[in-house]
């Protein structure tokens, strides 16, 4: 079981980015997923979760109407589309499986 992040980067404040989640050997469709972040000194927090067909999702107070999740059970990746990116988005973002399966992070610097 494995889940791979990309899509991190440097971004100036207000810009975009859109991680990616992609999983392999497992049963994708049937799993909640979940981006968290943790910034440094910081606990690990979470960022959005999507049920396993999509219809449901949740968002932490501090990214609701700025970020998007979303996922493709086809691809087995799930997304987050970050816009308006504030220096306080910084840190290394997550995906976990409802299974408990982490990935290995990807790091999102906004600054300018």
């Known amino acids: 079981v494995q889940l791979v992040e990309s899509g991190g980067g440097l971004v100036q404040p207000g810009g975009s980015l859109r991680l990616s989640c992609v999983a392999s050997?497992?049963?994708?469709?049937?799993?909640?997923m979940s981006w968290f972040r943790q910034a440094p000194g910081k606990e690990r927090e979470l960022v959005a979760s999507?049920?396993?067909?999509?219809?449901?999702?949740n968002y932490a107070d501090s990214v609701k109407g700025r970020f998007t999740i979303s996922r493709d059970n086809a691809k087995k990746t799930v997304y987050l589309q970050m816009n308006s990116l504030k220096p306080e988005d910084t840190g290394v973002y997550y995906c976990?499986?409802?299974?408990?399966?982490w990935g290995q992070g990807t790091q999102v610097t906004v600054s300018s």
């Open positions: 976990k499986a409802q299974s408990g399966v």
């Open positions: 050997r497992f049963t994708f469709r049937t799993y909640t």
């Open positions: 999507i049920s396993n067909g999509g219809g449901i999702t």
